[in-house]
């Protein structure tokens, strides 16, 4: 028991002293990070069916560093259509792809720079929503199940309040038989940017 008691005191010190780094009164991630989102950009690659098309992004995220290396964190983003060219059934026609939301749980691995500047990679899976569109034979809504890998690069003002963000994915929807041609029966492959605003929630 004594032995058992000393692991997880040992292992409550190791996770206290991250979230004392993460707390420090300077630059950097904080213990809890809020993400606004305003602005991004999402775009699929051709399928041997189904056209390419982007869709302009906004969205959030919610961060919690357990310390200075790692850190959970789950992420909305809504997909909105816009108007571009997309050929699709043999004829090319202007209009807007589907709306879509994105939500992801993910793993954030940090380097620990020590200064206002951290680069990141992140990794998790998480699920796509398609909007029905009637005028692309999307019918009905359909949620697909993705995976996504990347990263990016933040950079915190010196009072450790806030900072900035850009983050780059690969993402990967997996195919559903029963979807639409347009998207989504066969495995279809994105890539997402976008630049945000950090506020450290709890530092």
Avoid: C
Avoid at 72 to 100: C, H, M, Y
């Amino acid at each position: 028991m004594t032995r058992w008691i000393a692991v997880l005191l040992t292992a409550l010190s190791v996770v206290g002293a991250g979230r004392a780094y993460a707390q420090e009164t300077g630059p950097g991630p904080g213990t809890v990070e809020v993400t606004v989102i305003p602005g991004g950009g999402t775009f699929y690659t051709n399928g041997d069916n189904g056209p390419s098309f982007g869709n302009y992004n906004v969205g959030t995220a919610l961060a919690y560093n357990v310390n200075r290396f790692f850190g959970i964190e789950g992420e909305v983003q809504g997909a909105l259509g816009v108007p571009q060219d997309l050929r699709f059934g043999g004829l090319t026609s202007n209009q807007k792809g589907p709306n879509q939301v994105n939500f992801a749980g993910n793993l954030v691995v940090s380097a620990p720079t020590r200064t206002s500047i951290v680069p990141y990679a992140a990794g998790g899976i998480g699920g796509l929503t398609m909007f029905k569109r009637a005028s692309l034979d999307i019918n009905k809504t359909e949620t697909f199940l993705t995976g996504d890998v990347g990263g990016g690069l933040k950079w915190y003002a010196p009072n450790g309040r806030w900072g900035v963000r850009g983050d780059y994915r690969f993402i990967a929807v997996r195919s559903n038989d029963d979807a639409p041609a347009f998207f989504g029966q066969e495995t279809r492959y994105g890539h997402r940017v976008y630049g945000a605003v950090i506020i450290n929630a709890v530092r």
